[in-house]
């Protein structure tokens, strides 16, 4: 079973766990010791509720983070109150005026459902384990694994998630344990055995070497 964490975690909430996972990680892993103390009190932090990080999380799939910022302000423009039972009211052609495509407003109509239908259990998240959770929101049209996962990490704050489809985290074990080389999945997997039960944390910090400001999801 996962660390457990709230369901719902307030804005700008970082994780009770972090310093605790630091010394763990530059007691075990020679990167670490070198790199968290390149970026200070830096840490990780959760903003937002469920529902929304989701959303924002669809709105912004394969286009930049401006022109994604731009849709989201117009689409939320939409409605008197940003919730699942409004975007189920909203018509598709207005949704596509503020600059979404057709699958979009199929998968958020459908990420609304799962909230509103009671498809998805955020207040019984905080008792569930990670893959019990990913597989919730997989059932999602328009979730994958990796944004599941990237919910795991960045909004219920959960310690030990270990994205091995994210591009970000290839690069950068590649550069920090590998020389550049190119690296498997299952090389990555056996570098990330040596930070549990803190993956996230490490992962968190491998981004941070590739860019120095923080990820906000």
């Known amino acids: ?94 949704q596509r005026a503020a600059g979404l495509s057709a699958r979009k407003v199929e998968y958020l109509g459908d990420l609304a459902k799962h909230f509103d239908s009671g498809q ?30 990237m919910f795991l990490i960045f909004h219920l704050m959960r310690p030990n998630v270990m994205p091995l489809d994210d591009v970000g985290l290839l690069k950068g074990i590649s550069q920090n344990y590998f020389s550049g080389e190119p690296v498997s999945r299952a090389e990555a997997r056996e570098v990330g055995d040596a930070w549990a039960p803190f993956r996230s944390v490490a992962v968190w910090y491998i981004w941070r070497s590739l860019d120095p400001l923080p990820v906000d999801y």
């Open 1 to 94: 079973m996962a660390s457990k964490t709230p369901a719902e975690v307030g804005p700008d909430v970082v994780p009770p766990y972090w310093d605790e996972a630091c010394k763990h990680l530059v007691k075990r892993d020679r990167v670490m010791k070198k790199l968290i103390p390149q970026f200070g009190e830096a840490r990780l932090q959760s903003r937002g509720d469920a529902f929304a990080t989701l959303a924002r999380s669809i709105v912004g799939q394969q286009i930049s983070v401006k022109a994604a910022q731009s849709v989201w302000t117009r689409w939320i423009a939409l409605m008197p109150k940003f919730q699942p039972a409004a975007v189920l009211g909203l018509g598709p052609d207005e």
């Open 120 to 149: 998805v259990h955020p207040r019984q998240w905080a008792q569930m384990d990670d893959e019990a959770i990913i597989e919730e929101l997989v059932a999602i049209r328009g979730i994958g694994r990796w944004t599941a996962e």
